[in-house]
C-alpha cells in the first residue's frame, strides 16, 4: 500500500506495477500517472457528473465491463449519487482527485452519465456514436462522412456538435443541450436526427437496431436514454497502444488518420500546441427544436441488398 497526496487528497493506492497494457509494458502506476496528469483538461467534461468504471486490461476485452458499482469502502470525501430511489451508488466526479481515486478502484476507461446528479432524468448531452464495420482506413473514412453529413444536420437546427475520436475504431459527436427535456423526449429527438441522416445515406448507413451490417457505418444514439454511459472525454481505451478518447476540431477531422492516433503519450504534446478544443463545449449548450417533425429511424432500416 503507498499513499499518494494528490491534487489535496490523500489516497492509498495498490499494485502500482501490476501490467495494464502488456505489449507496451504500461503499469498501473503508468495510468495513474495518466489521469494526475491529464485531470486539468479532463475535469471540466466529467465535473458533477456520475461516473461509472471501465474495468480490465489490455489483454482481457472479456473483463472490460461499464459497472455503476463504485462504492467499496470510499474515501470520505468521495461523493455518490443514485440514478433511481432503488439503483446502485455511482461515483461523483467533482475534483482532480476522483479521476486518480477510479484508477485505484480498478477502473481504466471511465464512462459518464449525460445527465447531472441534481437532475438525474434530463440530459444535458446528446451522443451520437458512429461505428464502422472493420477497422480499416477506408472504414473510418466512411465514419468522417457521416459524422460530417450529421453535423449539417444538427446546424440546421441550430444546435452545435462537437466530434471526439473513440480511441478504438469510430467517432462519437456530442451535442450539447440546455436540460429542458427528459431522456425520453431527448431519445426521441436523436431519433428524429438518425432518421434524417439515414435518409441521406441509407445505402452506407445503418442503425444500432439493425445489427452488425456488413460494410455499413452504425449510427446509435442510445446513450441518450435513461441510465445510458457515455465514454469520457480523455479517457484511455483498454486497447493495445494505449489510445485515448480524443475530442478533435472538425478540420482536424480531415487529417486524423485513425480514431486511436492519439495515445497516452502523444495526447500532451498535442494540447500543449492546441490546447482542449472541447473547452468551451458546455457554453454552446442550446435548446432542442421544439416542433420538429418525428419520425423513427428504425423505419428506415437498410436491407442487405442495398449495401
Not at 238 to 259: D, F, Y
Amino acid at each position: 500500500m503507498t499513499r499518494l497526496e494528490i491534487y489535496g487528497r490523500t489516497i492509498e493506492v495498490t499494485e502500482l506495477s501490476r501490467v495494464i497494457y502488456p505489449g507496451e509494458d504500461v503499469m498501473k502506476g503508468d495510468v495513474l500517472h495518466y489521469y494526475v496528469r491529464i485531470a486539468p483538461t479532463m475535469m471540466p467534461h466529467v465535473r458533477n457528473r456520475m461516473v461509472a468504471t471501465g474495468w480490465g486490461v489490455a489483454a482481457s476485452p472479456s473483463r472490460h465491463r461499464k459497472s455503476d458499482d463504485a462504492g467499496r469502502a470510499l474515501a470520505p470525501w468521495i461523493r455518490v449519487s443514485h440514478v433511481g430511489e432503488s439503483g446502485p451508488p455511482a461515483l461523483v466526479a467533482d475534483e482532480p482527485a476522483s479521476l486518480a481515486y477510479l484508477v485505484q478502484l480498478g477502473c481504466v476507461t471511465p464512462y459518464m452519465r449525460l445527465t447531472r446528479p441534481e437532475a438525474p432524468r434530463m440530459p444535458d448531452r446528446v451522443v451520437f456514436d458512429l461505428s464502422p464495420p472493420d477497422r480499416s482506413r477506408a472504414a473510418y473514412q466512411a465514419a468522417c462522412s457521416a459524422a460530417r453529413r450529421l453535423r449539417e444536420i444538427l446546424e440546421d437546427l441550430d444546435l452545435v456538435p462537437f466530434v471526439m475520436a473513440t480511441g478504438s475504431r469510430g467517432l462519437h459527436v456530442h451535442v450539447p443541450i440546455r436540460p429542458e427535456f427528459d431522456a425520453d423526449e431527448v431519445n426521441t429527438f436523436a431519433d428524429t436526427v438518425v432518421a434524417r441522416l439515414m435518409r441521406r445515406d441509407r445505402h452506407h448507413l445503418a442503425t444500432a437496431a439493425c445489427g452488425h451490417v456488413q460494410s455499413a457505418v452504425t449510427v446509435d444514439h442510445r446513450g441518450s436514454a435513461h441510465g445510458h454511459l457515455t465514454l469520457a472525454p480523455y479517457a484511455l481505451r483498454c486497447l493495445p497502444g494505449t489510445p485515448v478518447a480524443t475530442p478533435l476540431t472538425w478540420e482536424e477531422l480531415e487529417t486524423t488518420l485513425s480514431p486511436g492516433e492519439h495515445t497516452m503519450t502523444s495526447t500532451f504534446a498535442r494540447l500543449a500546441r492546441q490546447g482542449d478544443p472541447w473547452r468551451a463545449v458546455d457554453h454552446h449548450a442550446r435548446s432542442l427544436p421544439r416542433n420538429i417533425p418525428r419520425s423513427r429511424s428504425s423505419d428506415l432500416r437498410p436491407t442487405l441488398s442495398a449495401l
